[in-house]
């Protein structure tokens, strides 16, 4: 047995919810969880790899809620190996590829490096990974990537329309060109219905950039404090704190991957949703089926990414953006607009 922590985890089909059951530690640095699928006895067998662990993060959370529901359909057993750092990332790596499962899935461009260099030394194996890609991939390594980019452009219109202060920030978890898809398409999204508004940043940084609390509510206070009366939350674990300051500085936020809305009601207007669920099971199921390697990548046209307020029952969300018909409307028009190409939002990660 690998030097980790086990964790034996079950996933409620109809609620896609983890349910801890039992729990023993081996003197390791990072845990494995598991959840079989439904049926009895199979042969498929699926391995999910996350860089961190999964806590409050959602996007984590997603992508194990789609292992699981993928599990479910396809008769898979699922195990989900939490990371703690770059070094036990490369022991969970190390540890499922001794499982020989049917798919080892990589979580985040925080595993890129290590799946990409384990695809090649293991030509039989089939990896997956979710929300990266690698420039050369190998046979045997497929990739789900996002355009999160036109979800956060349509936030940020959102934004623009319902700013008062004239105003608006993001608090994000690093200055990066990828996490640069949830700053630069809000502020040009603002910018397209309300030219003049003032932009703003921050970055949480510091030792755990994807899930300090305290530091993400503080970027955010510094943004309230600057006159900035909406905030797009891009800080993952984080965004937890970010939704404390507005409830206690009274500005509005913007939540991403799931429906943060339930998290803080009050202090949440939407959500640009990342359906990192659909990707998984999606890609999982066409490895299985014999059809692996390239990748594939999720905008609004393939109903990968999209925003709270354009899902049917908009008005139970607990969302603020419900309140506000006319701008849904708006924000609907922009929508159609970039899936038939007639406004283009620019990547922040390929732009020169």
């Not at 699981?68 to 703690?84: L, M, P, Q, T």
């Not at 499922?96 to 499962?101: H, L, N």
Request: include cysteine.
């Amino acid at each position: 047995m690998p030097a980790f922590a086990r964790r034996a985890l079950a996933a409620t089909a109809a609620a896609g919810l983890l349910v801890t059951l039992a729990a023993c530690s081996s003197g390791g640095d990072a845990s494995s969880t598991g959840a079989a699928g439904s049926g009895g006895d199979t042969d498929a067998s699926i391995i999910v790899i996350t860089p961190t662990p999964v806590g409050s993060n959602n996007f984590l959370q997603l992508a194990v809620d789609g292992a699981n529901e993928a599990g479910e359909k396809y008769n898979a057993s699922v195990d989900v190996y939490e990371s703690e750092d770059p070094t036990s990332i490369q022991q969970n790596i190390d540890a499922a590829v001794r499982e020989k499962p049917s798919v080892i899935v990589g979580v985040s461009f925080s595993v890129l490096d290590q799946i990409t260099a384990a695809a090649a030394d293991y030509p039989d194996q089939q990896f997956l990974l979710i929300d990266t890609s690698a420039e050369e991939p190998t046979e045997n390594l497929t990739a789900a990537v996002f355009k999160e980019y036109e979800a956060t452009y349509l936030t940020g219109v959102e934004a623009g329309l319902l700013t008062q202060s004239g105003d608006i920030g993001v608090v994000a978890s690093l200055d990066t060109p990828f996490l640069h898809r949830w700053v630069d398409p809000f502020f040009e999204g603002a910018k397209s219905v309300k030219p003049d508004v003032k932009t703003a940043v921050q970055y949480v940084g510091g030792d755990n950039p994807f899930g300090d609390q305290a530091r993400a509510k503080a970027q955010a206070q510094i943004l309230a404090d600057g006159g900035a009366d909406y905030v797009q939350a891009a800080a993952s674990g984080g965004n937890l704190g970010v939704f404390e300051a507005a409830s206690e500085n009274g500005f509005k936020a913007f939540g991403v991957d799931t429906n943060q809305c339930l998290d803080s009601p009050g202090n949440v207007v939407d959500n640009a949703i990342k359906r990192v669920d659909v990707a998984v099971v999606n890609s999982v199921g066409d490895i299985l089926d014999g059809k692996s390697g390239g990748f594939t990548a999720y905008g609004l046209a393939e109903g990968g990414v999209g925003l709270t307020g354009l899902e049917d029952g908009v008005a139970d969300s607990e969302c603020l953006i419900a309140d506000h018909p006319d701008v849904i409307e708006k924000v609907a028009a922009v929508r159609d607009q970039i899936v038939s190409g007639e406004i283009v939002v620019q990547d922040p990660l390929t732009a020169g």
